[in-house]
């Protein structure tokens, strides 16, 4: 099978999360199986959920060796409580998120990069209506700028707006990053190594599938889904997903439903990020169940 995708901080996750015959893992954004492949080899169970059929189906291909130890399931992350149930799991060992986007995701013809030139989707799950060429054509300029602000980060937020309504309508990706080029004043740079329209296809992208709001309320659930002494594990991308992560894992910890396993997030070793460029930027972060004392009496 062809490589569509390398997973990130594989050995990091199988130290933290302890894969082992007996424990049974979610694996909330399995996508190629890559991590689920791990985990799988060191004798867990997994439950596999994507809400990209495609991909869901690469990840069948590659495990289907393991036979009735994988459970791959086309849903949403948000969903769990549900399909835990409808598999008749009550509780699982550990739960995994890898919050970026696959090679195979950024490779497709669904508009979630900026290198080909193709029509405006970005949805990750297909059944949905909703596209980035909707979003772009149909919302005000004044929402368009709060989305590239919010999600973005992108300090030309403003201009770059105004240029999207001014050269509506737009139908494919290349059109959408002329519209940005427009929209940003002559001379403005940009780090080095992010091309000028990285930002706004990323706030695009993340509103079209709601992924913070999603990730938000998801977390408190998957925690619900977890015996004492479950570990929960994200790996996340940009900053606006890693502090949702830091944030939830330090309010539970004040509630005392959760042991903060890492202080500063994991980010991969040198030698990972020389060999797989797309890892440079992942933050992983551990947090462990605590267990319910039961008092004597």
């Not at 598999?87 to 950024?106: M, P």
């Not at 290349?174 to 080029?181: F, K, M, P």
């Not at 930002?199 to 015996?227: C, Y």
């Not at 551990?286 to 267990?291: D, Q, T």
Request: glycine share 6%; proline share 4%; hydrophobic share 40%.
């Amino acid at each position: 099978m062809d490589q569509v995708h390398t997973p990130v901080m594989v050995n990091e996750v199988v130290q933290y999360l302890v894969p082992e015959k007996g424990k049974t893992f979610v694996d909330a954004t399995i996508g190629a199986g890559g991590h689920a492949e791990s985990l799988l080899n060191l004798g867990a169970r997994v439950i596999g959920i994507d809400q990209d059929e495609e991909i869901l189906e690469i990840a069948r291909q590659r495990l289907k060796g393991f036979g009735d130890r994988v459970i791959l399931v086309n849903d949403n992350f948000k969903n769990l409580p549900q399909i835990l149930e409808r598999h008749n799991i009550k509780e699982v060992s550990c739960i995994l998120y890898d919050l970026g986007l696959s090679t195979f995701q950024i490779n497709s013809k669904r508009g979630f990069s900026f290198q080909s030139d193709c029509p405006l989707d970005m949805r990750m799950d297909s059944s949905l209506e909703f596209t980035a060429k909707d979003l772009v054509n149909e919302y005000p300029e004044n929402k368009i700028c709060q989305i590239i602000q919010d999600y973005g980060q992108e300090r030309w937020a403003r201009s770059i707006a105004r240029s999207i309504v001014r050269n509506r309508p737009l139908s494919t990706t290349g059109q959408l990053v002329e519209a940005i080029q427009r929209g940003i004043p002559r001379g403005a740079k940009y780090p080095k190594k992010i091309h000028y329209a990285t930002r706004t296809f990323q706030a695009i992208r993340i509103a079209v599938n709601d992924e913070l709001e999603i990730l938000d309320s998801s977390l408190t659930v998957a925690i619900n889904g977890l015996k004492g002494g479950g570990r929960i594990a994200v790996i996340s991308f940009h900053s606006l997903e890693d502090r949702i992560v830091k944030w939830n894992f330090f309010q539970e910890a004040k509630e005392e439903r959760l042991r903060i396993i890492t202080r500063k997030p994991i980010i991969p070793q040198e030698a990972e990020i020389n060999s797989n460029p797309a890892s440079r930027s992942a933050k992983l972060r551990v947090a462990e169940k605590v267990s319910v004392q039961l008092s004597a009496g």
